[in-house]
């Protein structure tokens, strides 16, 4: 009789649980990033270019192109936006009909976070609600959230292109330092001039935002486009992958050339993106997280 109850009330937890979990955790500790103890305030020397203004400009812009989409699937987007909070992270979360995203002020104000990259941000945690299979697991139960590495390649191939579509791209990457190897693959992918602006604008959004993750991990080695992670996962990780393999996922999306409109699946990994399964050799989420 107690191993019966042990077991009822195992399975009443852990609906609960996955019925109202975050994708990180309520207090930001645990988010896009693993939990750390930097503390940014707003008060504080800032040296990044996401003012108070563009934070909340970027997140109504966000807000403006999702928000009707998840309304489509009944559900309400809730955008909470935490200026004051200097923690440096961000999370998502799912109760009832809510779909919400919280943003801190903290991981606005880091010095490597460029407003593409904060916008990025905001894709990412979208990426949780929306980014479909795979999806994050507890035990042998799979959770509402797609898992990290797919919520980054969704932000960057589907989010992000959606969010740059109607900036005059071309301006706004004359004005921007770009690698020239992200040139260069960008101009080998795409015809179209916006196109490569748009794959340029994203690789370096992605850079800005695996810089942060290098800095909190303090990681010796700097990143690069050209020296991929070489780790090769027998089973998908669901957790943060290395700060080098988050870029090759975020570089991936970007030269991935499947269009921003045609939707994920939750149960097939090959729909509406770059997979190895379709013929694809570039663009496809990278081995050293993802197990195909």
């Not at 997140?59 to 200026?83: F, H, N, Q």
């Not at 909070?85 to 961000?90: F, K, L, P, Q, R």
């Not at 407003?115 to 941000?121: G, K, M, R």
């Not at 070489?230 to 499947?258: E, G, M, S, W």
């Amino acid at each position: 009789m107690r191993k019966v109850s042990f077991f009822i009330c195992l399975i009443f937890c852990l609906f609960n649980y996955v019925t109202l979990v975050n994708a990180c955790t309520k207090d930001g500790k645990r988010g896009i990033v693993e939990e750390n103890n930097l503390y940014i305030g707003p008060h504080e020397k800032n040296v990044s270019a996401v003012t108070k203004e563009k934070f909340n400009d970027i997140l109504d812009k966000v807000g403006a192109i999702y928000s009707p989409i998840i309304s489509a699937k009944g559900k309400t987007l809730k955008i909470e936006r935490k200026w004051d909070d200097g923690t440096v992270n961000a999370y998502a979360q799912q109760a009832g009909n809510i779909w919400s995203i919280t943003m801190f002020g903290g991981l606005a104000r880091h010095e490597t976070i460029t407003p593409d990259a904060f916008a990025l941000v905001a894709c990412h945690e979208l990426g949780h609600h929306l980014g479909g299979i795979p999806k994050k697991k507890i035990w042998i139960i799979t959770l509402w959230a797609s898992n990290e590495g797919q919520s980054d390649y969704f932000g960057t191939m589907k989010c992000l292109r959606k969010y740059f579509e109607n900036d005059d791209n071309l301006r706004i990457v004359e004005e921007m330092e770009v690698d020239e190897y992200v040139t260069k693959t960008c101009n080998e992918t795409f015809a179209s001039a916006d196109e490569i602006a748009i794959c340029q604008r994203s690789a370096m959004a992605g850079h800005s935002l695996g810089s942060l993750f290098n800095a909190l991990g303090n990681a010796p080695k700097e990143l690069s486009f050209t020296t991929p992670d070489p780790k090769v996962v027998t089973a998908t990780d669901h957790n943060h992958p290395a700060a080098q393999c988050r870029l090759d996922t975020y570089f991936a999306a970007a030269i991935c050339d499947k269009d921003a409109y045609t939707d994920v699946s939750d149960t097939d990994a090959s729909t509406g993106l770059c997979a190895r399964s379709n013929g694809y050799q570039t663009g496809v989420r990278p081995l050293c997280w993802y197990k195909p």
